[in-house]
């Protein structure tokens, strides 16, 4: 299978940027809201902390046979959250989640990058691709609903699985 490269991706609004390592800095106050993390737990990473993950992400899975596709979500001249996508199965199955800073919310940002990245997924060979979606978190609920997945009744780790099959 050849890896899957990100590739930016653009919205009505928005532009998805591929992940980079000098993104960090600034993401780290995007993300440093602790409220981020109610329904997923542990807390925001600081900006060396980020750093090295973001290091970790742009390096790419050790796995050859998995990609791991990380974009920040970018609006105005702002990074505004993130969006990724674990791919597996050959390419044909994408793992997605997303994630907008507290003072961005309620703007629809996220539902419209998580149909971008959706769409850039389908587009390149992509036909299941998954969430998971904690059962009180009705905003993520929401945005995979807006980006076409739908919810089913496999669980992982308390979290509900949700899914589109790519026609």
Known sequence: MAVLIPQTIRTERLTLLPLL???AREMATVLADPALHRFIGGEPDNAPALLARYRRLVAGSPDPAVSWCNWVVQMDGSLTGTVQATV???G???E???????????????REAARGLVGWLAGHG???VLAHVHPEHHTSAAVAAAAGLAPTERWQDGERRW???VS
């Open 21 to 23: 390592v000098e993104h």
């Open 88 to 90: 597996t199965d050959g």
């Open 92 to 94: 044909t199955t994408a």
């Open 96 to 110: 997605v989640a997303w994630v907008v800073g507290t003072p961005w919310q309620g703007r629809g940002i996220a």
């Open 126 to 128: 992509v036909r299941t």
């Open 163 to 165: 899914e589109l099959t």
